[in-house]
Every structure is written in C-alpha cells, then in structure tokens.
C-alpha cells in the first residue's frame, strides 16, 4: 500500500519561506518520478514542481520557477519542497505525488499517488 504523507506546512508572512517533506513508503522510492501538486478552493490542482527522466533534473511551472526547489533523498525515502519568497497567491494545500512514469506527468487526471495534502497559507 502506498503511502505519502506530507508536513511541513503553515502560516508565513509574504517573502517568508516554507519546506514541505513527503515520506513515502509502500513503493520503490527511487524508482518512480515524484512531484507536488496544489490546489486552492474552486480551482482544479495544478502541477507544481517535479523531478524529471533522471535524478537531479527537474522542472516547475511557470509560476514558482526561480523561487521554489525540488528535491528528493532516496536514502530516506523523502521528498522535498524548498519554498523562498513566498506570495499570496502561493496559498494552497500542497499534494506530493508519485507516479511510475517518467517524466512525471503535469495533468493532475494521470497521477496515480496522492497524499493528503498540507496547508500553506501566505498572509499579504
């Protein structure tokens, strides 16, 4: 059974910081392509960072890139997310995802592990 269970989340002021973790178990760790997800009330998640075809590539949208970095520590089963100058509009639950193909797909219909999400809410 897959696990991901995310932390990490909270309240910080506009220009604060923010670093998510997702500890995954029930799957080979290395092996699948990770990412993260948000999603604010009344809108569809969107694709947020992910790691792409081999360890150490990544790639984001167009929104967080040059602010937010992904990474991922297979040894401990870990994902993170590195958020700087954080905005309001950064407000949202964050999901890690995992998925067996790579790259990690960016349409949220073709994500086969989610976690339960965290909040992140950035005051103005």
């Known amino acids: 059974q897959v696990q991901l269970v995310e932390a990490g989340g909270g309240l910080v002021q506009a220009g604060g910081s923010l670093r998510l973790s997702c500890a995954a178990s029930g799957l080979t760790f290395s092996a699948y392509a990770m990412g993260w997800f948000r999603q604010t009330p009344g809108k569809e998640r969107e694709f947020v960072a992910a790691?792409?075809?081999?360890?150490?590539?990544?790639y984001y949208s167009n929104s967080v890139a040059g602010r937010f970095t992904i990474s991922r520590d297979n040894a401990k089963n870990t994902l993170y997310l590195q958020m700087n100058n954080l905005k309001a509009e950064d407000t949202a639950v964050y999901y890690c995802?995992?998925?067996?193909?790579?790259?990690?797909?960016?349409?949220?219909?073709?994500?086969?592990?989610w976690g339960q999400g965290t909040q992140v809410t950035v005051s103005s």
């Open positions: 995802v995992a998925d067996s193909r790579r790259p990690l797909p960016v349409d949220r219909t073709k994500i086969t592990y």
């Open positions: 790691d792409a075809w081999s360890v150490g590539s990544t």
